[in-house]
């Protein structure tokens, strides 16, 4: 089973490529490009024209085609007002309905109807749920990348959280997506679901229907990883943390790099330095970067830890 042609379906800001979903969508399709496939890419957020207007010339670079479908104020009041009943009554975790609007579905129905069969559909996370049937119901081939397991990822966030109202709410919405991650949809027109890794791979196949289990598999990200010479302590960093900084996941694997690991690392070694890069680090981050900027190696002083806020490149 092979087409030519894949439409990465991306619920976000597609560039830049700083997010999960974005980088994954960007790196594959590069790939793909290079080995003589056509790819194209729909993607659904808030003042989409001026995403196309700032960065079509960057995304033409991978992208044959590109189709904005807009969020506006009135999407978001709906998909605030519709997604209450949904989680209470059809026990919807709030991830999947994001771009649960009428409009934006029927945006959505419109650009496929266009397409010829010659062509998969390759959606990005949970986010974009309210398509899959969609598609399954025009005959179009796809696949479901849910990137990682969010059952995991909250399950991580309640062992952490300290907050009681978050840890409420987290509760329900861990019960809401483990339900939903252990028995998702099976689709005839379905020809796979991904992930990014084993334990995630591992989780998902924890399947009370043997046609779903068969049909899961981890995935290449995508993305070359060069052959990097070892010049010991030529490196300016000899570490590099990239990503969102205001995703939670994030800021607890930085917390735990930081206090667990290189605190340690230092008692034998001053000269070791990470740099993160990301968009909308919080203060906390901050903070605790300018706390290491003032650390000294033979009287000189060193900065340990640098932070690039990436949303303001």
Not at 153 to 168: E, M, V
Request: aromatic letters at 12%.
């Amino acid at each position: 089973f092979i087409m030519k042609k894949v439409i990465y379906v991306l619920p976000r800001k597609p560039y830049p490529p700083y997010a999960g979903q974005s980088k994954l969508a960007f790196s594959r399709a590069k790939a793909l490009k290079n080995l003589g496939f056509e790819t194209e890419l729909i993607f659904i957020c808030r003042n989409s024209q001026k995403v196309i207007k700032k960065d079509e010339k960057n995304l033409k670079k991978v992208f044959k085609k590109i189709t904005p479908i807009n969020l506006n104020i009135i999407d978001w009041l709906m998909i605030c007002f519709s997604c209450i009943p949904k989680t209470i009554f059809l026990k919807i975790p709030l991830r999947c309905q994001l771009v649960n609007s009428p409009k934006v579905i029927k945006d959505f129905k419109k650009i496929i109807n266009k397409d010829q069969n010659d062509s998969i559909l390759h959606f990005y996370s949970a986010s974009t749920y309210p398509f899959w049937r969609e598609a399954e119901l025009k005959k179009k081939y796809f696949v479901i990348d849910m990137v990682d397991s969010s059952t995991l990822n909250i399950k991580r966030k309640l062992k952490l959280s300290k907050n009681l109202i978050k840890k409420l709410f987290w509760k329900l919405e861990y019960k809401l997506t483990k339900s939903f991650e252990t028995n998702l949809p099976n689709y005839e027109f379905c020809k796979k679901y991904l992930c990014v890794s084993k334990v995630d791979l591992n989780f998902f196949k924890i399947r009370k229907s043997p046609k779903i289990q068969n049909s899961f598999s981890s995935s290449s990200v995508g993305i070359e990883i060069n052959k990097v010479i070892d010049r010991g302590h030529n490196f300016k960093f000899n570490l590099i943390f990239f990503g969102s900084l205001w995703y939670e996941p994030n800021i607890n694997a930085l917390n735990w790099l930081i206090e667990k690991v290189l605190k340690k690392v230092w008692l034998k070694d001053k000269r070791i330095k990470l740099l993160i890069a990301g968009s909308n680090p919080p203060y906390k981050l901050i903070n605790k970067c300018k706390k290491y900027k003032n650390n000294y190696l033979n009287k000189k002083p060193i900065n340990k830890l640098k932070l690039i806020n990436s949303s303001k490149i």
